[in-house]
């Protein structure tokens, strides 16, 4: 069974940086595309970052320029920089990844960012 783990989050100040990690256990595959997903409270998940095996990604526009992934392909693991950040970033960052046709998820990591 794939698991996926979360870890980095926290509380931070408006403008502050934070590195969240996910690392994928359960399988000697590799994972295929991974990404970070967030949920703000009282909104719906959506997405922050997805990158592909052979390092393609894509951005939602609001963290554009902000925000870096990146993936470790050896360790089943992938990362999110999040530099300046905004109080509009605070939410649960959910790590996902793809096996097979089947989506895995995260239990999610909460980041805070204050003013």
């Known amino acids: 069974q794939v698991q996926l783990v979360e870890s980095g989050g926290g509380l931070v100040q408006a403008g502050g940086s934070l590195r969240l990690s996910c690392a994928a256990s359960?399988?000697?595959?590799?994972?295929?595309?991974m990404g970070w997903y967030r949920q703000a409270p009282g909104k719906q998940r959506e997405l922050v970052a997805t990158i592909t095996t052979g390092g393609i990604t894509n951005y939602a526009d609001s963290v554009k320029g902000r925000f870096a992934i990146s993936r470790d392909n050896a360790k089943n693991t992938v990362y999110l920089q999040m530099n300046s950040l905004k109080p509009d970033d605070t939410a649960v960052y959910y790590c996902?990844?793809?096996?097979?046709?089947?989506?895995?998820w995260g239990k999610g990591t909460l980041v805070t960012v204050s003013l």
């Open positions: 359960g399988t000697i595959l590799r994972i295929d595309a």
């Open positions: 996902n990844g793809n096996l097979w046709g089947v989506s895995y």
